[in-house]
């Protein structure tokens, strides 16, 4: 008879998971501090000025929104459900894949998960 038994949590996995997290935090925080008297801005519009320096002749007339939100708010928690909704897709999905692993861990134990 065999005895199934939990897999051990890896600890390294720990260590390499914070270990990220600030590697994100520096990452984002460095450049607030070394780059002085900067404006950090989107790209916005950038296209369209680069478009009016290459073409100034193009007309961007031709395109228009079917559209626009009625208020500031409402394109805000619009912009917030979008953002929402891709979370929860993005840990479906690391979610399915780990649990996909850990099914086959489970059907298939490799000799070191023994004890």
Not at 22 to 28: C, N, Q, V
Not at 51 to 75: C, F, H, K, R, S
Not at 89 to 105: D, E, P, S, V, W
């Amino acid at each position: 008879m065999t005895t199934q038994t939990q897999p051990r949590t890896k600890i390294y996995s720990l260590w390499i998971i914070i270990l990220g997290i600030t590697a994100i935090i520096l990452i984002s925080a460095i450049p607030l501090f070394v780059v002085q008297d900067s404006e950090f801005g989107g790209a916005d519009g950038l296209g369209a000025e680069t478009v009016a320096t290459l073409a100034p002749d193009y007309n961007p007339e031709w395109i228009t929104n079917w559209w626009e939100p009625p208020g500031g708010e409402t394109e805000s928690a619009l912009f917030a459900l979008q953002a929402a909704i891709g979370g929860i897709l993005i840990g479906y999905f690391f979610g399915y894949l780990r649990g996909k692993q850990k099914g086959r861990a489970e059907i298939n134990p490799s000799p070191t998960d023994e004890t």
